[in-house]
């Protein structure tokens, strides 16, 4: 227990395994107020914004941050954020990326058993 309230050995664990370490981070204070270890989460994934205290969803670098990997973040900071035109541009081009990519991965899930990136497991 006493490990996962351990600021250098929350960072380490988050450098190594991401993200993935969001709940197994014993301190509340460390998950969501720390900013060392919020904008190493971050970097991993922007969703967890969300969960943060006020202070840093008004945060302008980390917000940047949050969007390079969810562009519903526009969703969690205040107002005068969410009308930053910098902020809306980079949520809209973060959508379209997410877009492209959820299409791909249906294409590659759902494609015909013909086609040559499916594999048939069955005779």
Known sequence: ???RADKEI???AIGSEG????DYIASKELRESDRDVVAALLAEDGSL???CCEEFK????LVRM???SCSEVLRWIPPHLQADKEL???AAARAKEEKSL?????????APVSSPNRFWLGR
């Open 10 to 12: 929350v960072l380490a």
């Open 88 to 90: 809306k541009a980079i």
């Open 19 to 22: 993200q993935y370490c969001y």
């Open 49 to 51: 914004l969300q969960w």
């Open 1 to 3: 227990e006493r490990f």
């Open 66 to 68: 949050a969007l390079k």
């Open 102 to 110: 959820l299409k791909q991965l249906e294409d590659a899930v759902c």
């Open 58 to 61: 008004a945060d302008r670098s």
